[in-house]
């Protein structure tokens, strides 16, 4: 047998003969032809069976093949500007692993959205479907390189705990032995002591929220990543970020610049523009802009809501920072902007083409008193908050940090209309299965 080889590497072997292991996507057939577009996890390929060219048995094999089957294939490799990936393979001997049983779900035809759902265990092998979770893992890798690179500490933290960090609505409530704990919603409030120990931390992990909202942004659980910084402050968080997703874009450009095009139709122009910096408006600005953009009524104080997010993002042609939110708008954290208790040292990083806010963070209260009266005005119980007031206790520094979610980052890189094709399995409001 020729070198086992991937689809993705096969521009190196161009008139060689190599071996391929993959799966059957597509086959048509022309008389003493048959075009199979093969897959094998890392691209697809169209192999050419020409009857004169393979063994009678491979032939036969060819010829009973359903899709989804199982198949060795060998073959030259030949340059063509106009195949998909840029290569075909000229087969020279085929075996089947397995024949596929001939009623696969998944046709390379229009599904709804409900049956593909249901069918999800089958539908990540559609090389759409499949190209978005490779990216996915790039974009999970480059932010770890750029975090790992830049003097952050990963360091996890936990996933059962006993205390809310962003609202007790969205709380996932579990039994711990005879106690409620919930479903971690977010890993800041440990950071927040792993800083006191290492500086610069992120943790990286699932997130959970009981999201009652059904919208194209809203997952049950997803993937988060939390960087936070002792002696930092708000403006330290809007360089990292900027400086981190436009690190993320350019990896995700640089080694799928093809996918995105071919598989996914993205245009790619949009996205070389992501460099810092970033735009910066206070939410001050962000509501005059609404105002003047045909939400004239919205009133000051009220967090947006996705189509107020879509017009303040499409001012701009890059992701654009949106500070100072109304504290009553923010979580309990926030330090208070001096002088302006109204407003709070907060952040949200809001994506071009309305994707929406895709970073959440700020710079953390530092003063035990005023922690003490936002848990009160929370009201949160203070029992299970009392070891992270005693951070305010022993060296309390200014801090700061935010919030990254994967999938919105994803779904914006990507141009997809929904979250739910972000992630492998995802998990929703009415849906856990399978
Ligand atoms: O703005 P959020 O709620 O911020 C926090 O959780 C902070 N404690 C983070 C921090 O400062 N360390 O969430 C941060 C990000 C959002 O901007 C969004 O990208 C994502 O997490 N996110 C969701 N993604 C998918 N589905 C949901 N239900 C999400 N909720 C938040
Ligand atoms: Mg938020």
Same mark, same amino acid.
């Given at each position: 047998?020729?070198?086992?080889?991937?689809?993705?590497?096969?521009? @190196?072997?161009?008139?060689? $003969?190599?071996?391929?292991?993959?799966?059957? +996507?597509?086959?048509?057939?022309?008389?003493?032809? /048959?075009?199979? *577009?093969?897959?094998?996890?890392?691209?697809?390929?169209?192999?050419?069976?020409? /009857?004169? @060219?393979?063994?009678?048995?491979?032939?036969?094999?060819?010829?009973?093949?359903?899709?989804?089957?199982?198949?060795?294939?060998?073959?030259?490799?030949?340059?063509?500007?106009?195949?998909?990936?840029?290569?075909?393979?000229?087969?020279?001997?085929?075996?089947?692993?397995?024949?596929?049983?001939?009623?696969?779900?998944?046709?390379?035809?229009?599904?709804?959205?409900?049956?593909?759902?249901?069918?999800?265990?089958?539908?990540?092998?559609?090389?759409?479907?499949? $190209?978005?979770?490779?990216?996915?893992?790039?974009?999970?890798?480059?932010?770890?390189?750029?975090?790992?690179?830049?003097?952050?500490?990963?360091?996890?933290?936990?996933?059962?705990?006993?205390?809310?960090?962003?609202?007790?609505?969205?709380?996932?409530?579990?039994?711990?032995?005879? &106690?409620?704990? +919930?479903?971690?919603?977010?890993?800041?409030?440990?950071?927040?002591?792993?800083?006191?120990?290492?500086? /610069?931390?992120?943790?990286?992990?699932?997130?959970?929220?009981?999201?009652?909202?059904?919208? *194209? *942004?809203?997952?049950?659980?997803?993937?988060?990543?939390?960087?936070?910084?002792?002696?930092?402050?708000? !403006?330290?968080?809007?360089?990292?970020?900027?400086?981190?997703?436009?690190?993320?874009?350019?990896?995700?450009?640089? /080694?799928?610049?093809?996918?995105?095009?071919?598989?996914? !139709?993205?245009?790619?122009?949009?996205?070389? &523009?992501? $460099?810092?910096?970033?735009?910066?408006?206070?939410?001050?600005?962000?509501?005059?802009?609404?105002?003047?953009?045909?939400? !004239?009524?919205?009133?000051?104080?009220?967090?947006?809501?996705?189509?107020?997010?879509?017009?303040?993002?499409?001012?701009?042609? &890059?992701?654009?920072?949106? +500070?100072?939110?109304?504290?009553?708008?923010?979580?309990?954290?926030?330090?208070?902007?001096?002088?302006?208790?109204?407003?709070?040292?907060?952040?949200?990083?809001?994506?071009?083409?309305?994707?929406?806010?895709?970073?959440?963070?700020?710079?953390?209260?530092?003063?035990?008193?005023?922690?003490?009266?936002?848990?009160?005005?929370? @009201?949160?119980? *203070?029992?299970?908050?009392?070891? +992270?007031?005693?951070?305010?206790?022993?060296?309390?520094?200014?801090?700061?940090?935010?919030?990254?979610?994967?999938?919105?980052?994803?779904?914006?890189?990507?141009?997809?209309?929904?979250?739910?094709?972000?992630?492998?399995?995802?998990?929703?409001?009415?849906?856990?299965?399978?």
């Amino acid at each position: 047998m020729a070198e086992w080889v991937r689809i993705r590497d096969i521009g @190196n072997y161009e008139g060689q $003969t190599v071996t391929l292991k993959g799966w059957l +996507y597509l086959r048509t057939d022309k008389g003493r032809l /048959k075009f199979l *577009r093969v897959r094998d996890g890392s691209g697809v390929i169209q192999a050419v069976v020409f /009857k004169k @060219n393979v063994p009678p048995e491979a032939w036969e094999a060819a010829d009973k093949l359903t899709q989804e089957s199982s198949l060795i294939v060998t073959g030259t490799v030949r340059a063509d500007e106009r195949a998909p990936g840029g290569y075909e393979l000229d087969v020279s001997d085929l075996e089947v692993v397995h024949y596929a049983e001939p009623d696969y779900p998944i046709q390379p035809k229009e599904h709804g959205v409900g049956f593909l759902m249901q069918n999800r265990h089958l539908w990540i092998r559609s090389p759409r479907q499949a $190209t978005i979770l490779r990216i996915r893992a790039t974009v999970i890798r480059a932010i770890r390189d750029w975090l790992d690179s830049h003097d952050f500490v990963n360091v996890d933290t936990p996933i059962l705990t006993p205390a809310a960090v962003e609202g007790t609505t969205t709380l996932f409530e579990t039994d711990y032995f005879g &106690k409620p704990a +919930y479903l971690s919603q977010s890993g800041q409030l440990y950071n927040e002591a792993n800083i006191f120990a290492l500086g /610069k931390v992120y943790c990286f992990g699932p997130t959970f929220r009981a999201e009652k909202s059904k919208t *194209r *942004r809203h997952l049950t659980e997803f993937w988060m990543v939390e960087p936070e910084m002792a002696f930092a402050t708000l !403006e330290d968080v809007m360089d990292v970020g900027e400086q981190m997703v436009s690190y993320v874009v350019q990896t995700v450009l640089e /080694k799928h610049r093809r996918e995105l095009e071919e598989v996914l !139709e993205r245009d790619v122009s949009v996205l070389e &523009k992501i $460099t810092p910096p970033f735009p910066r408006i206070s939410y001050d600005e962000a509501v005059e802009i609404l105002h003047a953009n045909g939400f !004239e009524d919205f009133p000051w104080g009220e967090d947006f809501g996705a189509p107020h997010e879509t017009t303040i993002s499409s001012q701009f042609e &890059k992701p654009v920072f949106v +500070y100072h939110y109304p504290t009553k708008a923010k979580a309990f954290y926030m330090e208070e902007v001096p002088g302006r208790p109204e407003v709070c040292r907060s952040v949200d990083l809001l994506a071009p083409e309305g994707y929406g806010e895709i970073i959440g963070g700020g710079q953390r209260i530092a003063s035990v008193e005023l922690l003490e009266q936002r848990l009160r005005e929370h @009201n949160l119980p *203070r029992e299970a908050y009392e070891w +992270y007031i005693d951070l305010r206790r022993y060296g309390s520094v200014p801090h700061a940090g935010f919030g990254l979610g994967v999938e919105r980052t994803l779904a914006w890189i990507c141009k997809l209309p929904h979250v739910r094709e972000t992630i492998a399995f995802p998990r929703m409001l009415d849906h856990i299965y399978p």
